[in-house]
């Protein structure tokens, strides 16, 4: 078989890269392991605009949120299925200084924030003594439909391999790539936190961390909203079900869900939730997360068939389409991609 790139990885950065080169006619073959928890997988989908304890506005955010709703809401168009929708975070504070540094934002006249005027809005919903802020808007992007019916078109036009890469059967025949039968012009690494061990690419500086989440079935929550009180309760598109998560961890032993995180989480949702629910699921995984937390874009200094497009951290939903369409044009059209993203900034790093 002969391609111009061979894709490694169908989770949301594989999906968009496949998708954008596929609009350029380009000829390449996806393969993906279907791992059932990789991040892709497990994720609740958030693009909130503004991120940490200062409600600070995420990096590109401008360019960031519209991009990404014009993009998931053509491919769910194309696909037949909801991608995206739009809802705002009610953000329960836990203290009085946490309402006191949301209060500072608001005054500061940032974009997304404002505290509410109905402050017992949630009464019946939600135990809560110190009131809430908005932010607005937000999106959740449907990654439970968007990977199955993006893979189900991949099958379909027999451009996915459902197995497990294996780097050693790689050659670099210098101008070409071979894996197995296939030869192609260039490799393009999507496979989040398998990269960092990929002999090319682990002097970059990633940084994953251990995140956990639960799923739930909760049947009388208005599900136009996100609600936070240090875990974030997020709906997905099937009604009725719930997504709570996550943790941040940077010391690990392995990567499986814990007992502490399931007890943990069930007792909070016990004293904050006024609503039955039960847990239907519980996933854990390793963000693809970077230590300046940029993404990891563009191809090697020294060995320019092989390219990546990783890093996405805790906001591949938002990074992903924007720098998969970035990547497609560098890759045919040499168009720089921004250099806070561009992994030419660790050249002297990779040529070491
Ligand atoms: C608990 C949790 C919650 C999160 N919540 C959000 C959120 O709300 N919003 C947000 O934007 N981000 C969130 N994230 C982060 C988000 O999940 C990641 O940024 C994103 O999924 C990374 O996507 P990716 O495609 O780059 O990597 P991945 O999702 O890791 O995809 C890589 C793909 O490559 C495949 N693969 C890897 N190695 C091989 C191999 N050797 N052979 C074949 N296939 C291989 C994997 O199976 C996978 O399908 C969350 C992450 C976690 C863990």
Request: net charge neutral.
């Amino acid at each position: 078989m002969i391609v111009d790139y061979i894709i490694i990885g169908q989770g949301i950065s594989g999906t968009w890269l496949s998708y954008y080169l596929q609009k350029e006619g380009q000829r390449f073959i996806v393969i993906d392991n279907n791992f059932k928890d990789a991040p892709s997988r497990i994720a609740a989908g958030i693009i909130n605009p503004v991120t940490g304890r200062r409600h600070a506005t995420v990096w590109m955010a401008d360019e960031l949120l519209p991009f990404a709703w014009n993009a998931y809401t053509e491919l769910g168009e194309a696909q037949g299925i909801r991608a995206i929708s739009q809802k705002k975070i009610i953000d329960f504070f836990p203290s009085a200084q946490m309402r006191l540094s949301f209060q500072q934002r608001v005054e500061e006249k940032t974009d997304y924030v404002r505290m509410s005027s109905e402050e017992d809005r949630f009464r019946s919903m939600f135990n809560y003594d110190l009131g809430f802020g908005e932010i607005d808007p937000v999106y959740t992007v449907h990654l439970e439909n968007i990977l199955p019916a993006w893979r189900k078109e991949l099958l379909k036009k027999k451009l996915l391999l459902e197995e497990e890469f294996i780097l050693s059967e790689l050659q670099d025949n210098k101008d070409k790539i071979q894996y197995k039968d296939i030869i192609a012009e260039k490799i393009i690494f999507c496979d989040g936190p398998s990269s960092a061990a990929n002999p090319w690419f682990e002097k970059l500086p990633f940084a994953p961390n251990k995140g956990e989440a639960l799923t739930l079935q909760i049947n009388e929550l208005p599900p136009d909203n996100i609600y936070k009180k240090g875990l974030t309760l997020a709906p997905l598109a099937d009604p009725g079900h719930w997504w709570i998560g996550s943790a941040y961890e940077w010391d690990f032993t392995d990567v499986d869900p814990t007992e502490l995180f399931r007890t943990r989480v069930s007792s909070l949702l016990k004293e904050w939730l006024k609503q039955p629910f039960s847990i239907t699921g519980h996933f854990a995984s390793l963000r693809p997360a970077t230590l300046e937390r940029r993404p990891f874009v563009g191809l090697h200094p020294l060995q320019s068939n092989m390219g990546i497009l990783n890093g996405m951290g805790t906001k591949g939903c938002s990074l992903a389409p924007f720098f998969a369409k970035q990547l497609t044009d560098h890759l045919l059209h040499g168009i720089p991609i921004t250099p806070e993203a561009d992994i030419k900034r660790f050249s002297k790093t990779l040529a070491r």
